[in-house]
């Protein structure tokens, strides 16, 4: 679908934060991200399904919510 630039793949795996990736699950990013990053922070949704990049989104939101909100200042 387009070009990956593989330093920031690698970067996104590194930091430690929820990845929702768009592509086919045959993708080395696919692939290195269900290798690296935990199931409870990797989402994917195959190009052209809007309503799966919805449901992953939605998960996304209802972590999110459960976490405590983070305090900037004071």
Do not use: N, T
């Amino acid at each position: 679908m387009g070009y990956v630039l593989p330093s920031k793949v690698y970067g996104c795996v590194q930091s430690g934060r929820g990845v929702l990736y768009v592509g086919s699950p045959d993708s080395d990013v696919h692939l290195l991200c269900a290798r690296e990053i935990p199931p409870e922070r990797y989402w994917r949704a195959d190009a052209g399904d809007p309503a799966g990049v919805f449901r992953a989104l939605e998960e996304i939101g209802r972590l999110h919510k459960l976490r405590e909100p983070v305090r900037y200042g004071s």
